[in-house]
C-alpha cells in the first residue's frame, strides 16, 4: 500500500534547463514511461499524479501538433503567394510580348498565349487545384521551349516549378499530419 508524502516531489533536473517544445514532450514521456514503470508503493507518489502527469503530457503533444500545423498553414500560404507572383509574372510577361512590335518576340508570344490560355486565372483557384494546374501549365510548355526561349521564360518556369514542387511537399505533410489526426480519433 502507497503512502502519501506530504512533502511536494521533485525530479532533479541535471545538467539541462531548457528543451525546445516537442522535444520538452518526447523528455516528459521517457521520464513519465521510467517513473510509472516503478511499483507506486516503492514511489511513495499518489496515483492521481501520475494520472494528472499523463494527461498533462498528451495535452503537450496535442498542442506541439497545432503549433506544427499552424506553421505549416503559414508556411503553405506563403509558397502560394509565391506560384501566385509567378504565374502573374508569366502571364503578364506572354501579354506584353504578344504587344510587341517585333515580330521575334510577338509571333512565339501568341503561340504560346495560345497554348496557355487554358490556364490564365489559375492563381484564383484553390490550392489543389491549382497544384495539379501548375503541372499542366509546365507539361505543356515543353512542347514550346523555342517560344520560351525566345521570350526569355525559362527562368521564370524553373521557378514556377521548383515552387509548385516544394507547395506540394509541404501540402502532402499537412495531410499526414491530418490523417494521423483523423485515425487518433
Not at 12 to 29: D, I, M, V, W, Y
Not at 42 to 53: D, F, R, S, V
Request: some cysteine; aromatic content about 8%.
Amino acid at each position: 500500500m502507497a503512502t502519501k508524502s506530504n512533502y511536494p516531489l521533485k525530479i532533479e533536473t541535471g545538467k539541462c534547463s531548457r528543451f525546445e517544445n516537442p522535444l520538452h514532450a518526447q523528455f516528459h514521456k521517457k521520464q513519465y514511461e521510467l517513473v510509472s514503470a516503478v511499483p507506486a508503493a516503492k514511489l511513495n507518489m499518489p496515483a492521481e499524479l501520475l494520472i494528472e502527469w499523463k494527461k498533462n503530457i498528451d495535452l503537450e503533444v496535442e498542442i506541439n501538433k497545432q503549433s506544427m500545423m499552424s506553421a505549416l498553414t503559414k508556411e503553405l500560404e506563403a509558397k502560394d503567394v509565391d506560384r501566385d507572383r509567378v504565374l502573374s509574372r508569366l502571364f503578364g510577361l506572354i501579354k506584353v510580348h504578344r504587344l510587341s512590335f517585333v515580330e521575334a518576340e510577338s509571333k512565339p508570344a501568341e503561340r504560346l498565349y495560345a497554348a496557355l490560355k487554358p490556364y490564365l486565372g489559375i492563381q484564383k483557384e484553390a490550392f489543389g487545384d491549382e497544384t495539379i494546374h501548375i503541372v499542366g501549365l509546365l507539361k505543356d510548355t515543353e512542347r514550346f521551349t523555342a517560344e520560351v526561349t525566345a521570350l526569355g521564360l525559362t527562368g521564370l518556369l524553373t521557378q514556377l516549378k521548383t515552387l509548385n514542387e516544394e507547395y506540394r511537399k509541404l501540402d502532402a505533410r499537412g495531410r499526414w499530419y491530418c490523417r494521423e489526426q483523423r485515425d487518433r480519433r
